[in-house]
């Protein structure tokens, strides 16, 4: 009983580690009357950086994610995970998020979403919206803060540059012997950067982001590594196929969850 118990926790935990709850604190900031200037190439880079992710059909690439949570002690402290991600448009997904030790696999297919715990074999399936894009727009409206998520959307350009207030091209550097662009942007609710290696191939590296709106204003930095936007895909990919040996769960919501 023990085993199972600890067990559900911890599909749970994980499940919440990969789509942290960001919930306004009070006081946070209101739309900001700051004059825009936001330079152009910056626009220019952004979107050639974004339009090889929106017009993949099918996509890959592997994300080692490190976030800042803020202690009741009021000390920030910093959790890592990586997560493995394969895409095919419009509406199937493979997520393998591996933290705090434990492995849980995300299948989107088919209008579902299955969680899958290999470590203790148990599982849970919930129904989810019809694309990839909806589901998005679904986790943020309930106010679930995913790292990756923007990365997945095929309208990726729009949606991270229609509240820009700043944006600049702060110059090329080097990250692991890679020449890289570095942008900088601002919004009311966000500060965030991106390293964007250019040429004909061009691809986002890494990503930078601090929350103004909550206490302790956490950052959040991604960093990318195995882009394939031609991968090839097995027909299995997206499809949870149940051990003889895994248990059914139900879904725990957290207490005052949206």
């Known amino acids: 009983m023990y085993r199972i118990r600890y067990a559900i926790v911890l599909l749970v935990l994980c499940t919440l580690a990969a789509c942290s709850f960001a919930q306004d604190k009070p006081g946070a900031r209101s739309k900001s009357t700051e004059t825009k200037d936001v330079d152009p190439l910056a ?9 090889p992710i929106e017009q993949a059909q099918t996509f ?20 890592f995970h990586t997560t493995e991600i394969t895409v095919q448009r419009p509406d199937k997904a493979h997520l393998i998020f591996k933290g705090r030790g434990e492995r849980v696999d995300f299948y989107g297919t088919n209008g579902s979403i299955t969680m899958y ?11 989810a919206k019809a694309t990839i894009d909806d589901n998005l727009t679904d986790i943020k409206a309930k106010g679930i803060d995913m790292p990756v998520g923007p990365f997945l959307s095929s309208n990726f350009y729009e949606l991270v540059s229609k509240d820009l207030i700043t944006g600049y091209v702060i110059g090329r550097v ?16 966000v500060d965030w950067q991106l ?7 061009p691809r986002i590296v890494r990503a930078e982001s601090v929350n103004k709106k909550l206490e302790g204003k956490p ?17 299995d990919e ?12 139900e879904m725990l919501t957290p207490k005052g969850g949206r």
Request: aromatic share 10%; hydrophobic share 45%.
């Open 117 to 127: 715990s290999p470590d203790v074999k148990l599982y849970t399936t919930m129904p």
């Open 219 to 235: 950052r959040t930095i991604v960093q990318f590594l195995d882009w394939n936007l031609n991968p090839t895909i097995s027909a």
């Open 60 to 79: 890959s690439f592997k994300a080692l994610v490190s976030e800042e949570q803020l202690a009741t002690n009021g000390q920030i402290v910093t959790f």
């Open 195 to 201: 390293w964007v290696l250019g040429g004909e191939a």
């Open 174 to 189: 080097k990250i692991y012997d890679q020449d890289v662009h570095q942008l900088a942007f601002t919004s009311s609710d």
């Open 43 to 51: 626009l220019d880079v952004l979107k050639a950086a974004a339009q």
């Open 238 to 249: 997206f499809t949870f196929a149940k051990p003889a040996d895994a248990h059914q769960i």
